[in-house]
C-alpha cells in the first residue's frame, strides 16, 4: 500500500532535519509507541500496540533512519510476531525550504502478512490517516519545541 503526502513546518529545514533523528521526536510521532530502545547509530527497537477495530495488534519494530542525500532521509521500520504476521513500512522523507518554513514530504509503502496483513488491508483508510497524524504529530511538537511548549 502506498502512503504518500506532504505537511509545512513553520520552521526552517535546519531547524527540522535534527528532529528526523532525534529519539525522543520520533516516540512522540508513533502513537502506541511508549519508548524507542537504542540499537545503534540511526536504530532503535520500538515496542508498539494499535488497536484495529475489536483487535489489539502488538509488535516489535526494529525502526532505522538514516539520511539519504541533503534533506532527504530514509525512515524503516519492520517488526511482527508468530501470531500477527509482519509488518514492514519504509518512508523516503524529503524537506524543502518554503517560506516562512519548510514543506516535509513523504512517499511510503506498508506491507503485511498473516493477520496484520488482513487487518491493514481491510483497514486502508485508516492507516492513511494514522500516517497523516503521524506527520502532523512530529510538525506540532517540532512547533511546539521551538515555541519552549511543553508537550506530551
Do not use: H
Not at 89 to 108: H, K, N, S
Request: hydrophobic letters at 40%; charged letters at 20%.
Amino acid at each position: 500500500m502506498d502512503l504518500n503526502g506532504n505537511v509545512f513546518v513553520a520552521l526552517p529545514p535546519d531547524r527540522v532535519a535534527p528532529a528526523l533523528t532525534d529519539p525522543e521526536m520520533l516516540r512522540r510521532m508513533l502513537p502506541g509507541c511508549p519508548g524507542l530502545e537504542p540499537a545503534g547509530p540511526g536504530r532503535w527497537r520500538a515496542p508498539m500496540e494499535r488497536d484495529m477495530g475489536p483487535l489489539t495488534l502488538r509488535l516489535t519494530a526494529d525502526l532505522t533512519m538514516q539520511a539519504v542525500g541533503p534533506n532527504a532521509w530514509r525512515l524503516t521500520a519492520q517488526g511482527g510476531t508468530m501470531i500477527s504476521g509482519k509488518v514492514s513500512a519504509g518512508f523516503d522523507i524529503t524537506l524543502e525550504e518554503r517560506a516562512p518554513g519548510t514543506r516535509m514530504t513523504y512517499a511510503g509503502t506498508i506491507e503485511a502478512s498473516g493477520l496484520a496483513g488482513k487487518m491493514l488491508a481491510s483497514r486502508e483508510e485508516s492507516l492513511r490517516n494514522y500516517v497523516r497524524n503521524m506527520f502532523g504529530t512530529l510538525v506540532g511538537e517540532l512547533e511546539a519545541a521551538a515555541r519552549n511548549e511543553p508537550t506530551a
